[in-house]
């Protein structure tokens, strides 16, 4: 008799779900164990849509159990808090322990506070569902507490950090002034947006002419860049930053909400199971197995894989991240059947910035797009994960294919 291969994936985000669709198709003897904190997968890269109140929740996750096959795959709803690689087992909060022949571990990212002091307690997060709804009913509540106190503190937000997740939340947010003036009672222009980044040189995996057009565009929207003031603290209320290069010119800007996007990082599962990890990052070998193990595979934001051409690290996007989950899975049907793995190779389908939902700017292959077009092509790509991940049912049932509605 044939012994099935046991394959446990954990992580239910971009790049652990385009693996099991790989693997679920494959038509060698294996089971997948999926494992995920959630029984629903959210695409990360639409958080700040509903953090900004500007998409529903409903629109951007799915359950789970509408892709596992139930002959193939075993879906477990649980919080992972240990890999132990040498014993190829994984804990599992409140569940019996799972053993693997191979793992896949997609755990994605969790925010990073750089040890600046107050962050955790003085400023929202925005990585996960729980969070941006939380970011959502926070700013609802400011709003509430204005018709209370006239105090135009609850008016404002600053957004710390304007990488390309805090640029975009910013555009969500620009568009959502409307409806928070209204919830407060006054016009959209009382509804003020600061933000405070550290560099001058803004987003720069686009030209620089291109950064600078997504710039103008906030800033002709209203939106006031604190632009090289490295932040010092988060007090309550209060952003405490680098005024000049004088490391004692401090100065404050206070707002009632805070808004915390200036990095992530990769779970802190891969530094508490000893991985050979750098902010929760692990430098993969070619075929995107973990240097130390070669039966297991590290992709998604977890990873690092190395860009030849650029001599650095691929950056974290969940085009990369399905990219990863579908070569992992492929590479361990090769496994399986005794063949040589392959190689990781990613070609972007472009990187587009939304400012908002019907503006946008970027790269398409190598042509700037840039205002309503560029909303379209973003939104394509956005389309193009969810079939990857969730297949055409989702794309139907989302009514992503009814992009301006
Ligand atoms: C606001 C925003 C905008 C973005 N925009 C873009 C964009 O336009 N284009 C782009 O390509 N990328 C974008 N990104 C980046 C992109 O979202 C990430 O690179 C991508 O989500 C990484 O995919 P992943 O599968 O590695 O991890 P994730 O999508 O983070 O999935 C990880 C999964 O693991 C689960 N999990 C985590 N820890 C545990 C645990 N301990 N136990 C059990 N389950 C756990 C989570 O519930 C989640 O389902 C954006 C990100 C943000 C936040």
Known sequence: MEIMTEVVILGAGYAGLRALGVLQKSK????VTLVDRNDYHYEAADLHEVAAGTQDQERILFDINDVVKNDKTTFIKGNVVNINREQKVVEVSDQPELHYDYLIVALGFVSES???????????????????????KHLEDQMAEYTRTQDEEHLKIIVCGMGFTG???VGALVEAKPTLAKLAGVSPEKIKIVTVEASTHLLPMFPEKLADYGTKQLVAWGVEMLNGKMIKAIKPDTVVYQDSEDKNDLAEVTAKTIIWTTGVRGSKVMTDAGFAEKRGRVLVNKDLTDPDFSDVFIVGDVAAAMDEASGRPFPTTAQIALVMGHLAAENIIHKVNGEATKEFAFKSLGTVASIG???????????????????????????????????FKEVLSKGRFDFYH
């Open 114 to 136: 750089f040890g600046i002091p107050g962050v955790d307690e003085n400023a929202l997060s925005m990585v996960d569902v729980d969070q941006a709804l939380n970011i959502r």
């Open 28 to 31: 060698e003897d294996i089971h």
């Open 357 to 391: 939902n019907a503006h946008a700017f970027g790269l398409v292959g190598k042509t700037t797009v840039k205002g309503y077009l560029a909303s379209v092509a973003k939104k394509g790509i956005m389309d193009k994960s969810l079939l990857e991940t969730g297949g």
């Open 167 to 169: 640029f975009e939340l």
